[in-house]
């Protein structure tokens, strides 16, 4: 009996000290990553701008900075997450006093610049021009073709009001609802996202319609006339226009990106058990889904620091993307591609850029990437 209880004590004595060293070591890498996020970015002699945006036109194997031209605070600020995106007509920039357009097939760093006549940050395509927005919903269109920004939806805030009075910080401020996200539909619907409910309009807005309740932090992707929508549920899909919503995806936790892909749709649902993103793929316009990218999650040793305060966070699942032939995933520690439709994943070798994570945005074969300063 003796026996046995010394040779439990001689393997504590080894179990013990090891895992002290190993909770030692990875303290010291927390610490490390802690002091690498405050230092600034060193500027150099050259006013020249780099590392705010990067291009790829072949898979991610290679990278052009096509920075040259920006505004130069954005080397130290970052870029908004709903201040660009892609298109055939290349990629857009909501920043500084202006608006910028890189064209889609210029080889060498070329912006061109619009002073833009308001304050709204973010920006979003449209079927008839670019619409820009903030988040007490003052709305900025300019039409296709045109040089001039009009206001649009002037009467959205009056009848979001009269449709929804719930009492939140921003209508005990503002007398106001707090717009999240805007969303034009192929056929011409649109819809707004608020704090607490999602509208639609089918008239060029002139006139809403409230179509969710208690739930308006939406995003929206729509594939072949069905319509998806992220919610504090998990994932909402509507098959007539936006008028009636079902849930189609929930894991206990909230949806955090959706986006169409060839034949259907790719989604992010926060997973409240293991506390981890995940994602989906529907390829029959969302009726069916299939999970994809468990390589992607994080490492148990990383979940088990996080759990015990060690990590604040582990790398998470933040975006997903189709860039031709392959879905891309953005997460928080890099950028990763799938040619087998999220089976395996490669990490892509990108240029060096101090960031906390990218925001990815795709046109057809084209991927850019704008590193996170902070986030």
């Given at each position: 009996m003796f026996y046995l209880k010394f040779k439990k004590m001689k393997k504590l004595f080894v179990f013990v000290p090891a895992i002290v060293l190993v909770l030692f070591l990875l303290n010291s890498f927390v610490l490390k990553e802690k002091e690498a996020k405050r230092k600034p970015i060193k500027e150099g002699k050259?006013?020249?701008?780099?590392?705010?945006?990067?291009?790829?036109?072949?898979?991610?194997?290679?990278?052009q900075d096509i920075s040259e031209g920006l505004p130069e605070n954005l080397q130290r600020e970052g870029v908004w997450r709903d201040g660009l995106f892609a298109n055939d007509s290349g990629l857009y920039l909501r920043a500084g006093k202006g608006v910028y357009h890189s064209e889609p097939n210029s080889t060498t760093p070329f912006w061109t610049k619009e002073i833009f006549p308001g304050n709204q940050r973010n920006i979003t395509p449209g079927n008839n021009g670019i619409l820009a927005y903030d988040f007490r919903g003052r709305f900025l269109q300019k039409i296709n073709g045109t040089n001039n920004?009009?206001?649009?939806?002037?009467?959205?805030?009056?009848?979001?009001?009269?449709?929804?009075?719930?009492?939140?910080?921003?209508?005990?401020?503002?007398?106001?609802?707090?717009?999240?996200?805007v969303?034009?539909?192929?056929?011409?619907?649109?819809?707004?996202?608020?704090?607490?409910?999602?509208?639609?309009?089918?008239?060029?807005?002139?006139?809403?319609?409230?179509?969710?309740?208690?739930?308006?932090?939406?995003?929206?992707?729509?594939?072949?006339?069905?319509l998806l929508a992220t919610s504090k549920d998990g994932i909402l899909r509507s098959t007539d226009d936006g008028e009636n919503w079902d849930r189609v995806i929930s894991e206990g936790g909230v949806g955090i990106a959706v986006e169409r892909i060839d034949g259907g749709f790719a989604a992010i649902v926060n997973n409240t058990i293991t506390q981890t993103n995940s994602v989906h793929i529907s390829l029959d316009s969302g009726k069916t889904w299939n999970a994809i990218g468990e390589e992607l999650q994080p490492s148990w040793s990383s979940s088990l620091m996080k759990q015990i305060g060690l990590f604040k966070s582990s790398p998470e699942i933040l975006s997903i993307k189709q860039m031709g032939k392959y879905l891309v995933c953005g997460r928080s520690d890099g950028i990763f591609?799938?040619?087998?439709?999220?089976?395996?994943?490669?990490?892509?070798?990108?240029?060096?850029?101090?960031?906390?994570?990218?925001?990815?945005?795709?046109?057809?074969?084209?991927?850019?990437?704008?590193?996170?300063?902070?986030c």
């Open positions: 050259s006013s020249a701008i780099v590392n705010v945006i990067f291009k790829s036109a072949d898979g991610g194997q290679t990278w920004w009009s206001p649009m939806y002037t009467n959205f805030q009056e009848q979001a009001v009269r449709l929804d009075r719930t009492v939140d910080w921003m209508y005990k401020n503002y007398k106001e609802r707090e717009v999240r996200t969303f034009e539909t192929a056929a011409g619907t649109v819809f707004i996202g608020t704090g607490n409910s999602l509208f639609r309009s089918t008239n060029g807005g002139k006139t809403w319609k409230q179509v969710h309740l208690r739930d308006g932090r939406m995003k929206l992707a729509e594939s072949d006339g069905v591609r799938s040619a087998d439709m999220g089976k395996t994943w490669k990490k892509l070798l990108l240029p060096a850029a101090e960031n906390f994570g990218f925001n990815l945005s795709v046109s057809g074969n084209v991927i850019y990437a704008i590193p996170n300063k902070g």
